[in-house]
């Protein structure tokens, strides 16, 4: 299938987005800035629909990121923050997506979308808005329904991936 333009998400990708099944899985990210430095992180995430997400990054040290419907948590070892889900930056944009809505990504995105025979899909999306392009260039996810990657890449050519893998 070639890539064509995306106005509404695929149905292999809302299928994943949109299931009401708790999931969870391992994932690594990987911070690769323009000088050529690498950082790496791992550890393991957990999706209840309606109830709450944990992004627990294990190595190389141990922080939290948790959030129910209405707040969020953020720890490490040094501190523990606590916050309204409102406050966190950008969420009035995308809190929708939760109920099923992602409309707000198509607003703020042009997105390419291909889907290979093999189910493995391939999303290209860069901003339509001057100051979303200021500060990121081009979004990136590939994969099928039990695996992902995402890739941000920024104008100074600093990309950020992350790698998800569900449990079996």
């Given at each position: 299938?070639?890539?064509?333009?995306?106005t509404e998400v695929p149905p292999l990708v809302r299928e994943r987005l949109a299931s009401t099944n708790e999931t969870s899985g391992s994932f690594v990210q990987t911070k690769r800035?323009?000088?050529?430095?690498?950082?790496?992180?791992?550890?393991?995430?957990?999706?209840?629909?309606?109830?709450?997400?944990?992004?627990?990054?294990?190595?190389?040290?141990?922080?939290?990121?948790?959030?129910?419907?209405?707040?969020?948590?953020?720890?490490?070892?040094?501190?523990?923050?606590?916050?309204?889900?409102?406050?966190?930056?950008?969420?009035?944009?995308?809190?929708?997506?939760?109920?099923?809505?992602?409309?707000?990504?198509?607003?703020?995105?042009?997105?390419?979308?291909?889907?290979?025979?093999?189910?493995?899909?391939?999303?290209?999306?860069?901003?339509?808005?001057?100051?979303?392009?200021?500060?990121?260039?081009?979004?990136?996810?590939?994969?099928?329904?039990?695996?992902?990657?995402?890739?941000?890449?920024?104008?100074?050519?600093?990309?950020?991936?992350?790698?998800?893998?569900?449990?079996?």
């Amino acid at each position: 299938m070639a890539a064509a333009f995306a106005t509404e998400v695929p149905p292999l990708v809302r299928e994943r987005l949109a299931s009401t099944n708790e999931t969870s899985g391992s994932f690594v990210q990987t911070k690769r800035l323009a000088s050529g430095e690498t950082f790496v992180s791992e550890g393991r995430w957990r999706m209840r629909p309606g109830v709450d997400f944990e992004w627990r990054v294990t190595e190389p040290f141990d922080s939290v990121f948790w959030a129910d419907e209405t707040r969020y948590i953020y720890s490490n070892e040094d501190e523990k923050v606590e916050r309204p889900l409102a406050d966190l930056a950008g969420y009035e944009h995308f809190k929708g997506a939760g109920d099923g809505d992602f409309s707000a990504f198509f607003k703020a995105f042009d997105a390419l979308y291909k889907e290979d025979a093999d189910g493995t899909f391939h999303v290209l999306a860069k901003p339509r808005d001057e100051r979303l392009a200021r500060f990121l260039s081009r979004v990136e996810a590939d994969g099928v329904t039990t695996g992902w990657v995402f890739r941000a890449t920024f104008p100074d050519s600093t990309t950020f991936e992350v790698k998800l893998l569900e449990n079996p």
